[in-house]
């Protein structure tokens, strides 16, 4: 059963679509979705949508961007009625529902108000077969001006017009690229629904290859892989996406090593927090004065005890230059301590 079309794109971008169909499917920056966004702002997996009896209802899965319904932010892991002519926004990206139009609705309610009705007859009703939703990924091979009729398994079908194809309901879409003799062939429809079922995800991964090279979105397990790349060694006692972060900007960190900016870098990756660093100089307020070569890095946070000391110091000293000491302080935000310049 079709319940209606996604519309997707970017602002003033290529607009395409995506037919929904009954049960669950996902929204989100990885392959592993149903429908794939590529972008650092939208979610690995950022929104789900189900169609069941009832309608058809979208959830926000707890996004860091959140996910706005028309103009309202979704309640995140709360689900929403969607309705026809909604509009979500994900990210960068605007993405229209329109609800499937029941089949027995006048035609010209389906054809946008293009055929009126006589004044005082009754209301022309759609056929079965024409109201069928015609698969986007047919549709889009499609030359310009010619549509599909898709057809109710058995009974005679009706005659075609001009620049329409016959299709089986419920058969392959790969039934496309065979010659018309064969598109009112059922058992054929039905066999290359086998090979369809098997390739299609295939197929998907290929379409969306460049997801898997990338740290931002590519699935976790293959994190430690990619950062064989640029030589990393991975501590799973850190959060996802600081790993994720860390292979991302590794190149970037590599031409800064042994500078400040460099050093200042890898804690906030690590840590969530920018460090104060103090270099020999003039004694501050409240604080000794540091001898040459060695330099003070200073890290406030909310809760010291929750960072790991030796991976700090380790993470410091292989970014610091060679010839220098360091002096390493945790303090907790908000003390008098952590308010000394």
């Not at 001898?291 to 110091?313: A, K, N, S």
């Amino acid at each position: 059963m079709d319940y209606g079309i996604l519309a997707y794109a970017r602002r003033g971008g290529i607009v395409r679509r995506y037919s929904l169909q009954i049960g669950s499917m996902t929204i989100g920056s990885t392959a592993e979705n149903d429908l794939v966004l590529e972008d650092a702002e939208v979610a690995s997996r950022h929104v789900r949508i189900v169609c069941d009896a009832d309608g058809v209802w979208v959830t926000d899965l707890g996004s860091s961007t959140g996910t706005f319904l028309n103009t309202t932010r979704l309640t995140p892991n709360t689900r929403r009625e969607l309705r026809d002519g909604d509009i979500l926004r994900i990210g960068p990206f605007f993405v229209r529902f329109t609800q499937a139009t029941p089949i027995g609705e006048p035609a010209d309610q389906i054809r946008g108000g293009a055929q009126p009705r006589p004044s005082g007859g009754p209301a022309p009703v759609v056929p079965p077969e024409v109201a069928a939703r015609v698969p986007p990924r047919i549709a889009a091979q499609l030359p310009p001006g010619e549509s599909i009729r898709r057809l109710p398994g058995g009974g005679a079908p009706p005659r075609l017009r001009p620049g329409e194809r016959r299709l089986v309901d419920g058969a392959s879409t790969y039934m496309q690229y065979m010659p018309p003799i064969y598109h009112q062939t059922d058992f054929l429809g039905r066999f290359l629904l086998i090979f369809e079922s098997i390739l299609d995800p295939l197929e998907r991964t290929i379409d969306h290859i460049q997801l898997y090279f990338d740290p931002r979105v590519t699935p976790e397990e293959l994190l430690p892989w990619l950062a064989t790349w640029v030589d990393l060694v991975l501590s799973e006692k850190w959060p996802i996406d600081r790993r994720r972060e860390l292979v991302h900007s590794a190149a970037e960190l590599y031409r800064w090593r042994g500078t400040r900016r460099g050093l200042s870098d890898f804690i906030r990756i690590y840590s969530g927090v920018e460090p104060i660093i103090q270099e020999p100089g003039p004694a501050l307020r409240g604080a000794a004065a540091l001898p040459p070569h060695v330099f003070r890095v200073i890290l406030e946070l909310p809760d010291p005890e929750q960072i790991d000391r030796d991976i700090l110091e380790a993470i410091i000293e292989a970014e610091k230059p060679a010839h220098t000491a360091f002096i390493l302080e945790l303090r907790k935000r908000g003390t008098d301590e952590s308010r000394a310049p």
